[in-house]
């Protein structure tokens, strides 16, 4: 993937906070600087950078892999630190508060026409309104400063106590962990927008909400996202304050899976990968686990900005997944079909551990490790904040992915009803599946309320060992053969 031979630029692009001081709020106080290291190493040395600077609790903001450059956020300390190690480096532009004076950009040059908390509320509502049929608004939390956070789900079963819900299966998109990744709420808006507007001119887009239950959360991080509208552009985590002073929490270091497992996160309420006080602890990251426990997600999909990458679990240094091989097949399908905004070559597909760093607490390794969802992250564009004209194309490119990701889905998906055979009343059961290894603390797989369970599997034999609570158990093979499969277990 990549040649050790290709000349690789470190560029540390630098445009935020890094301090040993606590925050006191998200407003800058002091400049910020855009910053270009360049050297010509190779490849591990590219990610020894990555270890040092995460080490070093530096926001790593993305990475641009056909280029071979780190971005990163500091301020005059971070250039300091770069200075004692005498990483060579050169100031390209300065931000700083606004009215800072000459020579000093105000950073709030967002372009209007991006998605914010109140516009995604209001599109929500519009769009629940004109669909009633097809569409349920929830309010799955509310944020630290008391804004809703919605889920908007598109399926031919969408209203409340619908039973057939229960009998397709569920796909999650959710956006905006982090405040100023902009883009991201776009595309899973976009779900929504393609799916409802086309489904009765398309028969494709009408036998997805026909065949599946799709949840869209555009905005998680709805506090943190207004700091970026009105206080600073370069704002990462949410609002939580200790007294009037807000430090913030990365909602994605904050899921109870692997929370403060791997050093993929930091306890220093100052630092851009604050993992929280406790797992778990924010009303966003509760909203979406919430979601989850709503849902039984079959598969998710998250976006993220910027690097251009295609993610999948686990996120800490050598873990993978017993369905590895799976993950990373499809992730790498994804992969070939997204191509970069600089058309130099597509996306890179890998864990985040191989292509980044350590992560740990993060909403992908909680939706596989929970539900046994395929789960995956999308990292997208070259920046946070681009050019308003290149959101058409990423809307284009991610609706050919995901649009892919369902249907491929659909192929290869096992659906397991589990009823008491003397009624065919549904039942609550576990299952294990043979080459489906469970060694990180994965929760067992297990149906929902409706006794079924959707999985995707590759082709192949499997044993299924279905458990009830009251120790009854039977086995069953099926074939899966690239084609989808439905069985019965009764007891």
């Known amino acids: 993937m990549f040649q050790k031979s290709f000349l690789f630029s470190f560029i540390f692009f630098i445009a935020a906070s890094f301090s040993a001081q606590a925050q006191t709020g998200p407003r800058l106080t002091q400049n910020q600087f855009q910053v270009f290291v360049q050297s010509p190493q190779n490849f591990q040395a590219i990610q020894n950078y990555m270890v040092w600077l995460k080490k070093n609790d530096y926001d790593i903001a993305g990475v641009r892999w056909q280029e071979g450059k780190i971005e990163v956020i500091t301020n005059q300390s971070g250039l300091d630190r770069l200075n004692q190690y005498r990483v060579p480096y050169v100031v390209v532009r300065t931000h700083g508060p606004r009215n800072s004076g000459p020579g000093i950009e105000s950073t709030d040059k967002i372009d209007p026409r991006y998605l914010n908390p109140q516009k995604v509320e209001e599109k929500l509502r519009k769009i629940a309104a004109q669909y009633p049929n097809d569409t349920r608004l929830e309010q799955i939390g509310k944020s630290h400063q008391g804004r809703p956070i919605f889920a908007l789900l598109l399926s031919k079963n969408a209203k409340r106590n619908d039973m057939n819900y229960l009998n397709k299966p569920t ?25 409802l507007s086309m489904k009765r001119t398309n028969s494709q887009w009408n036998q997805l909400i026909e065949s599946w239950n799709i949840w869209i959360v555009p905005m998680l991080n709805v506090d943190g996202n207004n700091i970026v509208w009105t206080e600073n552009n370069w704002w990462r985590k949410n ?8 430090h913030g929490v990365d909602l994605n270091r904050n899921y109870s899976y692997a929370w403060n497992a791997c050093s993929g996160s930091s306890g220093s309420m100052s630092s851009d990968t604050y993992r929280g006080p406790s797992a778990a602890s924010e009303p966003e990251t509760q909203a979406l686990m919430k979601l989850g426990y709503m849902a039984y997600p079959t598969a998710s ?191």
């Open 301 to 491: 999909l998250s976006y993220h900005s910027y690097s251009e990458l295609v993610l999948y679990p686990y996120g800490c240094q050598g873990a993978l997944t017993g369905e590895n091989n799976l993950h990373q097949k499809i992730a790498t399908e994804l992969a070939k079909m997204l191509p970069s905004d600089s058309n130099r070559g597509t996306y890179t597909a890998g864990t985040p551990w191989k292509l980044l760093y350590s992560v740990d607490g993060d909403s992908m390794g909680f939706m596989h490790s929970e539900f046994g969802a395929l789960a995956f992250t999308f990292e997208v564009n070259q920046s946070f904040q681009p050019a308003y004209e290149v959101r058409e194309p990423t809307l284009l490119k991610h609706r050919k992915a995901w649009a892919y990701f369902v249907q491929r889905m659909s192929q290869n998906m096992l659906s397991l009803k589990v009823v008491s055979a003397a009624r065919m009343q549904p039942l609550e059961a576990t299952v294990a599946i043979s080459g489906v290894i469970k060694n990180k603390g994965e929760k067992p797989l297990r149906t929902n309320a409706a006794g079924n369970l959707f999985k995707v599997l590759d082709p192949g034999v499997y044993t299924l060992d279905v458990r009830l609570a009251d120790g009854r158990a039977k086995q069953i093979q099926v074939q899966m053969t690239g084609a989808p499969q439905a069985q019965i277990v009764s007891f």
């Open 171 to 195: 796909l999650v998109f959710d956006g905006m962990h982090h405040a100023r990744e902009i883009m991201t709420s776009e595309i899973v808006m976009d779900v929504a927008d393609v799916v």
């Open 239 to 246: 609002a939580r304050a200790n007294g009037a002073n807000i």
